[in-house]
T-cell receptor, first 114, second 108 residues
Framework: GAGVSQSPSNKVTEKGKDVELRCDPI?????LYWYRQSLGQGLEFLIY????????KSGLPSDRFSAERTGGSVSTLTIQRTQQEDSAVYLC????????????FGDGTRLSIL | KNEVEQSPQNLTAQEGEFITINCSYS?????LHWLQQHPGGGIVSLFM???GKKKHGRLIATINIQEKHSSLHITASHPRDSAVYIC??????????FGQGTRLTINP
């Protein structure tokens, strides 16, 4: 596709359930980022993938959060045993590589934990 | 203190006015990004710069590395420029640290 695609666009789930969020980056982009935008908190970095290198997981808030990137393309962010404080918009971005390049953002997944 | 500080937090102006949004940061960076977020959430990258000045249409971004400061200017502002403008700095491998954003409203 022409841009970064995220699915679902909205997800409502009950506290304690697991959720999976998907990101399909721009074709050929080797760098992929996950960010979170909580109400009143601004944007924060979660995790970064670059090519075949080990991901930078330094922004993941707890061990309930994990992400993988299969085949260097599609990425899945998984949140286990969701809590209400996980409610946020989860944004994915990709760039051509891990050097100084603009990042292209998807429209995000709005996650609501009841 | 946040690593990235933006000012003002909110700005309301009349159509046609010259707009300036400021960003200061406290850490070493490899690049600085200006992003635009419209109501509904989509984020668009406006500029990425590591020195000097860049211009795109009515938008101008400048950065002073020594002073750790960047500005985003909008000339001849228009109501469609109303959005949240976010400054973000890249450290090392391009993971971004974000400012809190500036909510800009341009009235006709």
């Amino acid at each position: 596709g022409a841009g970064v695609s995220q699915s679902p666009s909205n997800k409502v789930t009950e506290k304690g359930k697991d959720v999976e969020l998907r990101c399909d980056p721009i074709s050929g982009h080797t760098a992929l980022y996950w960010y979170r935008q909580s109400l009143g908190q601004g944007l924060e970095f979660l995790i970064y993938f670059q090519g075949n290198s080990a991901p930078d997981k330094s922004g993941l808030p707890s061990d309930r959060f994990s992400a993988e990137r299969t085949g260097g393309s599609v990425s899945t962010l998984t949140i286990q045993r969701t809590q209400q404080e996980d409610s946020a918009v989860y944004l994915c971005a990709s760039s051509r590589d891990g050097t100084n390049q603009p990042q292209h953002f998807g429209d995000g997944t709005r996650l609501s934990i009841l | 203190k946040n690593e990235v500080e933006q000012s003002p937090q909110n700005l309301t102006a009349q159509e046609g006015e010259f707009i300036t949004i400021n960003c200061s940061y406290s850490v070493g960076i490899s690049a600085l990004h200006w992003l635009q977020q419209h109501p509904g959430g989509g984020i668009v990258s406006l500029f990425m710069l590591s020195s000097g000045k860049k211009k795109h249409g009515r938008l101008i971004a400048t950065i002073n590395i020594q002073e750790k400061h960047s500005s985003l200017h909008i000339t001849a502002s228009h109501p469609r420029d109303s959005a949240v403008y976010i400054c973000a700095v890249a450290r090392g491998a391009q993971k971004l640290v974000f400012g809190q954003g500036t909510r800009l409203t341009i009235n006709p």
